[in-house]
């Protein structure tokens, strides 16, 4: 399985905007780029994920590198409520019916000072 | 609020002894799938049934079995506990949308503890 590489941890001020960032050299060409946070104590939470453009919805915005090899999850104005741990996933696009465990690394423990 | 509901939030029990763990998925969703967490060893996937019938293993150990009932909620049964079994249980569903499974929407989990 294609595998990711994301720092332990980061620190960031509130109101300020937050650039987790995620390696992923081994990445197919089907692979889709998921994120995950779990908060403290809550079960985890999805995200946004996507394949080769930029995404954005309510919570967050993906940026995707032209070579698929990094991608960074991109939180535009932090809160308390976003300390989390940030987790960068890879999923092969036909996980329709068959395994689809979502393998869970370490993560990034993100850290916001008031 | 998920919409996934997991029984009981909290469980103490003995070395040796059997637990049952119930996980409620998201209405509409067919496809389940258990978690451990646990501090050394992080979030772990276990199995993953659906509509009734088990899809995928990952880490999960013999002494540990799962099942997904018609109503598609889902049980994970551990037994023989030991004292490394202390952790976060976590379940979570997803629904499948043109072929593809959806996105993962996971339970508030079940903290079981093993004295």
């Known amino acids: 399985d294609a595998k990711t590489t994301q720092p332990n941890s980061m620190e960031s001020n509130e109101e300020e905007p937050v650039h987790l960032p995620c390696n992923h050299s081994?990445?197919?060409?089907?692979?889709?780029i998921h994120w995950y946070r779990q908060l403290p104590s809550q079960g985890p939470e999805y995200v946004i994920h996507?394949?080769?453009s930029n995404v954005n919805n309510r919570m967050a915005s993906l940026a995707i590198a032209e070579d698929r090899k990094s991608s960074t999850l991109i939180l535009h104005r932090a809160t308390l409520r976003d300390a989390a741990v940030y987790y960068c996933?890879?999923?092969?696009?036909?996980?329709?019916?068959?395994?689809?465990?979502?393998?869970f690394g370490k993560g990034t423990h993100l850290i916001i000072q008031p | 609020d998920s919409g996934v509901t997991q029984t009981p939030k909290h469980l103490i029990t003995a070395t040796g002894q059997r637990v049952t763990l119930r996980c409620s998925p998201r209405?509409?969703?067919?496809?389940v799938y258990w978690y451990q967490q646990s501090l050394d060893q992080g979030l772990q996937f276990l199995i993953q049934?659906?509509?009734?019938?088990?899809?995928a293993k990952g880490n999960i150990l013999e002494r540990f079995s799962a099942q997904q009932f018609p109503d598609l909620h889902s049980e994970l049964n551990l037994s023989s506990l030991e004292l490394g079994d202390s952790a976060l249980y976590f379940c979570?569903?997803?629904?499948?949308?043109?072929?593809?499974?959806?996105?993962?929407?996971f339970g508030p989990g079940t903290r079981l503890t093993v004295t």
């Open positions: 979570a569903s997803s629904r499948r949308d043109r072929g593809r499974m959806m996105e993962r929407y």
């Open positions: 996933i890879l999923r092969p696009r036909g996980s329709g019916g068959g395994a689809d465990g979502l393998t």
């Open positions: 996507g394949l080769t």
């Open positions: 049934y659906y509509n009734g019938e088990e899809r």
């Open positions: 209405s509409g969703d067919l496809s």
């Open positions: 081994t990445i197919s060409g089907t692979d889709y």
